[in-house]
Structures are given as C-alpha cells and as structure tokens.
C-alpha cells in the first residue's frame, strides 16, 4: 500500500491541463494506413441466443472451448440450445496459453468429420487456438509454418466466431493469435486477414463468475496492449491519442472495481468493450507501435508458464524506465493525460508516471517482478537467447531494442 500512496503524491488532482506533444513541424506526421475490421459485434444481454441468425443453417460445427468452466457456468448449454439442430462435434481443452499439438487434434477432428465452421466459446486463449486451427485446416504444408513466417503463409482459412467469455486480448476484434509449441518453447504470434471472427458474442454478464485472478489479468492485458500501440514515438495523431487515454484512465478506474463489485453490469460492460477495443485496429491506425513487452513477457511465458498479463507487468515498468530517453515526449504526454501529474520537472514527472504505472498492477494484485515469478539472474540468460533464437532482436517502434537491451530491461525487472 506505501508505494501506492507514495505515487498518488505525485498526481495533480487537475484536470484542465490536458498535454498535447511538443512537434517538430513535417517530421512527425500521421503515419498513412489502411483500417479494416470486418467482425460484426453482438454486444449485450442474452446475446448467445442471436447464434442462430449468424451461423449457417446447414453448417457442421466444431464447438471448441477450455476447461470445465464454460459448462458449470451454463454457457455451453445456451450455446448449445441456440445452434438447434446443426450437427455439432465437441473439441475441449485449449490451454490458457494455447498449445500448438492441441490445436492440432482439432484440426483432424475437422477433417475427420468434414466440419465446415467453428465457434469459439472463452477467452483469448480460446479464440487464439481457433484462429490457428481455421488457418491450419485449410493450409497444404507444415502448420509449423504458420507460425515461423508470422502468418505470411496463410491464404484462406475456415469461417468462425465466438463467444467471448474473458475480456482481455481482444482476439474477438482482430486477427492475430499466439501459440505455445511447447516440445519447442516457443511462443509464437501470427496474423492474417483471413482470422477476422465473422462475429463475436459481448455479454458482460458471462464474465460474473470470473475468478479474481483473471479479471486482474484481463485488466493488464488490455492496458499494455493500450501502451503498445501509445507510448511510442509521437506523431500527429490526436484522435488515435485521445481514444488510447480515455480506455487507459477508464482500465484505472474500473479495474480495482470490478474485483470489489463482481455483478456491477455497467462495469462489466465497460471493461468488456474497453479490453475489445484496446486492440481492434482503431487506436493502433497510424501510428508506430512497440510490442516488445509481449515478445519479452512472451518468452517467460515459455519459460515457465507465467500467466502472460503477469509477464506483462513485470516487464513494461521496466521497459519505461530503460527507454525514458526515446519516449520521453509520449512518457510526459502520459503522465498529463492518464496519471494528472503535472508538477516538477521533466525527470519527476517521467518517474511519478512509471511509479504509477506499476502501483495501479499492484492494486490489481499483480507483482511486477520476475522474482515474483521464481525467476531470476540465471533464467535472464535463457529469455535472451529465445528471443534471440526466434528473431526478436529488432523490437520496438525503432527496432532499438536488441538482445542486450532486452537483457538491461530484465535485469531492472528482477
């Protein structure tokens, strides 16, 4: 709780004084970009009973979901009443970090019964692993390669949508995925514009019965996914900016309170829509994005399997602290406009922010250091050579970060 109170010391209650960048004039102008989403939200109360109205009449489903909650909660029966009378075959036992062999079974599954859509019904780790099986059913060669070319391969894939269960990565919205190989560990992303879901089910009220755990863990994913694609290099990108605090300020003032009020629906439905459109498309339009705390927090995951969220948390304060120089301008355009700190220098404020940072993961009941997590000196020298040894050597909005930046940022993290 110190430390908590010690950041608040830092923040102006002031909320007149919004920041805009300082810029250069034609040097940091909006990036051009091309935006696309073509999944259709159902968001809402009793929306699993619109399933019918999405799904073809006369497809054949692949149902595919993780462990045992989705059926003592009851959302596998609405699931299943609203499909009716289609033939429907049962795929369980995605792993919260979806496994490559897994994900496998199921592709066989659906040559083996000629199934022709799939449905997702959990969380991102859900959706993940049917984004990969719509992409593997349908590849000629070696799924493996799906993903060592980061989804460069993938040329069609089967229709599917889902249910969404966790807010947290967005995967509902967009059409990237991360699997674990774990006979290889790796942790591995993909991305194809043929992994859209078609549609995606929003009911905040699936998400009551969520343990605390992954509620918290909901709430940092979607704040570092923000920050991925916010605290970068400044361009000229005022909406984009402008939408990415606002579901920054609305994680910070939500999040601590849906772990207090659990059935509290307008925060359910807040945090639901905020997690989705963390990482849609919208905030990230134009802009340079970063995403060197997931490959980073990826590889620990690998390691030993540390719940991603967590390995976010760990590493994105230190990763502010170690590039304050290059993102100072975006570091004190955040500290403003998400944290209201406005008072001392440049240097008291950068630090007030990353100290913020780190406490609002505490009051989520996150620890923030890879000594929470069983690790330490030794396994830093495992994590750089993964990163090394899948290609990650060049991440950040610069390609800045190399392996022995990387090492600097863990090293600060333990």
């Known amino acids: 709780m110190r430390d908590i109170i010690g950041a608040q010391a830092h923040i102006s ?38 399933l019918d109205a999405q799904i073809p009449a006369q497809a054949k489903v692949l149902l595919i979901y993780g462990g045992g909650s989705a059926e003592r909660t009851g959302v596998l029966a609405q699931v299943r009443k609203a499909l009716g009378n289609r033939t429907v075959v049962e795929f369980g036992g995605i792993e919260p970090n979806p496994r490559f062999a897994t994900a496998i079974k199921a592709v066989d599954v659906i040559a083996e019964n000629g199934l022709t859509f799939l449905l997702a019904v959990g969380g991102g780790s859900v959706i993940d ?82 343990p605390p755990r992954q509620i918290a863990n909901g709430v940092a994913d979607a704040f570092v996914h923000i920050i991925e694609q916010y605290l970068t290099s400044p361009v000229a990108a005022y909406v984009q900016d402008g939408f990415a605090e606002t579901l920054l300020r609305t994680l910070i003032e939500l999040g601590p309170k849906a772990l207090e009020a659990p059935n509290d629906y307008d925060i359910r439905a807040n945090l639901m829509w905020t997690a989705t459109l963390a990482l849609n498309g919208l905030i ?25 969220a967590r390995t976010l948390a760990v590493v994105l304060p230190a990763l502010m602290q170690d590039q304050r120089g290059p993102k100072r301008e975006k570091l004190l355009q955040y500290a403003a406009n998400v944290w209201n700190i406005h008072e001392g220098d440049d240097d008291t404020r950068i630090d007030a922010a990353i100290d913020a940072t780190r406490s609002f993961f505490h009051t989520m009941g996150i620890d923030t250091r890879l000594g929470d997590y069983g690790l330490g000196a030794p396994d830093i020298d495992l994590i750089v050579a993964a990163l090394e040894s899948h290609r990650m050597t060049a991440l950040g909005e610069t390609q800045a970060i190399t392996p022995e930046v990387a090492r600097r940022i863990l090293e600060a993290a333990l």
């Open 13 to 50: 209650r002031s909320n007149t004084d919004v920041r805009l960048p300082n810029f250069i004039k034609g040097n940091h102008a909006m990036n051009n970009f091309d935006l696309r989403n073509p999944t259709h939200i159902l968001f809402g109360k009793g929306r699993i009973a619109d």
């Open 129 to 210: 692993a049917t984004k990969f099986i719509a992409a593997a059913a349908r590849h000629d060669g070696d799924a493996w390669e799906i993903l060592t070319s980061m989804g460069s391969v993938v040329k069609t894939a089967m229709p599917f949508g889902s249910v969404l269960t966790l807010p947290a990565t967005g995967s509902e919205m967009n059409p990237a995925s991360v699997i674990t190989h774990a006979e290889k560990g790796a942790k591995l992303p993909f991305m194809s514009a043929h992994c859209y879901p078609v549609f995606s089910v929003l009911d905040p009220e699936l998400t009551y019965t969520l």
């Open 284 to 308: 990230g339009a134009g802009v340079p994005q970063d995403w060197a705390s997931h490959m980073i927090g990826h590889e620990i995951t690998a390691l030993n399997d540390t719940d991603h």
